[in-house]
């Protein structure tokens, strides 16, 4: 019996991951709950999966979900709030196992005291590797725990690496659709529509990642969170356009073989391979054969999406550079969401941001957190300046350099 | 230094072997050769390598091969001859491991005797695990010595099967070109031409070979292979046409997770393989990248290539059924490459003759031999009656089942 801890419950990696618990009641227990701003969802899980302990955002959630518990003669469940909240769940001493999916920089301080805390830890949110993966993979390096990585990509390469050692990796390749803009040409970017960039060929997932998709920024924090956590260099870690998506991902290895892993795209897979680790148990889903017909293969154009060229970059600097990349992107995207800047702003506002940045190494997840804001800032003071909306298509990376 | 056997050293897959060899000469160091009928390749060999024993096929050549050594100042290497030279080859006490690639029956006694001495065996003799597979396997464990396989497809398995234990394993599917005829239809099936089968689409290869992938009885072998390897049975073992070649086989887990292998199709990267197992070894060879370009998959017409059908069959009932598989389908490729039948009849003359076979457990590789004669009296019987070459296209299966 493998007890459980979910960071980011009530989200879509949250829900996949209950989903999967709930297929193999006799293997998973789910012991706590960090869910987010959504009481009624809350409640729900804690009314479904009875867990121990169950943290909400705020304060006033927390005493409305107590008192909703309290009505439907439900009293075992501690109720707690707030970033100490989610730290409780994640560390939860009866907690064998964490899948950490909140989005953003609010999962990064609770991930890295679950791995600090001996945990297992099933690794969905993007920002643990980007902005802090030094810190959190040497930490599990000390604990002698493993990072498991539940996107499809990197679980797809983890699966691949058994077919030899690390020292016998030439290099990763990770797949990557395209995007929707794949065949647009570079001309057009300044007038994609966000309903146009929301539009992707074969995932559905939120809105920042599918803008990351589009603009392949999300291809770009790949490379980081591979270099992170399998501890190979950029340059040895690289990118193929596979519009299909039907290969996750492939290990080359030094013999010239090249292992690649593929299955149904359902998040539930990449999640029930984590959490049976190093054991494979059956699903009940099924392979669709014919799924396969034609795949095809291309190299990324890094020219058309300058987003790849910035991560690489950040990824050789690495420390307060990646946060820098992930904070100034996240701005960004939020900008082109609300129509304050175009599409093709998006990898201009980074780059001034990541010029910006002076490159270092970061002791803790404070001084994460800290570089984080004031990439944050700086984004933000970029996006004011080119303000316009998608018409707008002034150069702010020449314009506004810092020096 | 692992030091090394090859078990038909003048033939294709021997010479790739040498190849490897050459490349790392620290690491492999060549024993004992069997040769074939070609005294002249078998001198350079001999005198390239300086083996401490090389096996030639007749006591006359035997007697060349010494005496051409002699003259050119080379003393200490013996020469033997025949089938006992051979199995004196595979069980030569210097040796770890023995490449055995002598095509046909006449390798599986020299095979068998390598696997009985303890000696870890690089399979490329199709026949050892097709007319022998469930003698040879048993043997290997009893010695617990691995077999590994060279050909691309089993090699390729073999790395996919890394990715979890066997009892995680839901099915194989070994990929197939599909052959020449893929899209041909059946109807025109009677007027193939032997200059027509003999046109591979992806691999260059042997006669015999080459038109067992044009009526995917190659496959079907493959299939009993696999079973007898993996130690699977037929109804976990599938087949999936590809006829790019580019992947070579698959792995499907029981969590639906599936694991490819693909390479450049050059038969010294399995071989490489094979030879450093558990390790891998940085190749020469590089792997283009854009060769991957567009993949199709399709599922085997087993209307039109019923060879596949009876394969499966014979896998189903093991022991004679599959001697006589093996042994009719030669029987049977030499006559329509001699144009005494015709690209039809080439399923029906086996299919008689695995209807003639009764099923049977065979205990020691002696009875293997004497149901291939058996079989091959059969076989040539059929082909005798059936006749007339390619445009005479009777039904044999009908008109001749042996009751």
Chains 1, 2 share one sequence.
């Not at 309903?195 to 939120?206: D, E, R």
């Not at 992930?326 to 941001?353: K, S, T, W």
Request: hydrophobic share 45%.
């Amino acid at each position: 019996m493998k007890r459980i801890a979910i960071l980011g419950s009530t989200g879509s990696i949250g829900r996949s991951t209950l989903s999967v618990v709930e297929a193999y009641p006799e293997r998973f227990q789910v012991i706590a709950l960090a869910a987010g701003r959504n009481v009624e969802a809350a409640f729900e899980q804690a009314r479904r999966w009875k867990p121990k302990l169950i943290s909400i955002s705020t304060a006033v959630d927390a005493e409305i979900l107590r008192s909703r518990l309290q009505t439907s003669g439900i009293k075992s469940i501690e109720v707690v709030h707030g970033p100490a909240g989610t730290v409780g769940v994640a560390t939860h001493p009866d907690v064998d196992f964490v899948v950490s999916a909140i989005v953003g920089v609010a999962g990064l301080k609770a991930t890295y005291e679950a791995v600090r805390a001996g945990k297992t830890v099933g690794l969905a949110n993007k920002e643990c590797l980007v902005a802090a993966g030094e810190l959190i993979t040497a930490e599990a390096r000390r604990q002698g725990k493993a990072l498991l990585p539940i996107d499809s990509e990197h679980n797809a390469v983890h699966q691949c690496l058994r077919g030899g050692r690390m020292e016998e990796v030439e290099r990763i390749w990770l797949t990557a659709s395209g995007g929707p803009f794949l065949y647009t040409p570079k001309s057009q970017f300044s007038s994609i529509t966000v309903a146009q960039a929301l539009n992707h060929p074969t995932w559905k997932m939120g809105q920042r990642i599918t803008i990351d998709s589009a603009t392949l920024m999300n291809k770009g924090f790949e490379v980081i969170e591979a270099c992170r956590l399998f501890n190979l260099p950029p340059s040895r870690v690289q990118v193929m356009v596979h519009p299909q998506s039907t290969i996750h991902s492939m290990v080359e290895f030094v013999d010239g073989s090249i292992l690649a892993q593929f299955s149904v795209t359902d998040m539930r897979l990449p999640i029930l391979y984590a959490l049976t680790y190093p054991d494979r148990i059956p699903s009940a889903m099924r392979f669709p054969v014919m799924d396969l017909r034609h795949l095809e293969f291309l190299p990324p154009d890094v020219e058309k999406f300058p987003c790849l060229g910035l991560a690489y970059e950040a990824a050789e600097a690495g420390g307060a550079k990646t946060v820098a990349l992930n904070a100034a992107d996240e701005v960004a995207v939020d900008a082109f969401l609300q129509g304050r800047i175009g599409f093709n702003h998006i990898p201009e506002v980074i780059r001034d941001v990541l010029s910006a940045t002076e490159a270092g190494k970061l002791e803790s997840i404070e001084q994460v957190l800290e570089a984080d804001s004031v990439a944050r800032e700086l984004a933000r003071e970029r996006v004011e300046r080119v303000g316009g909306g998608p018409e707008d298509s002034r150069p702010v990376s020449t314009a506004m350099r810092v020096e």
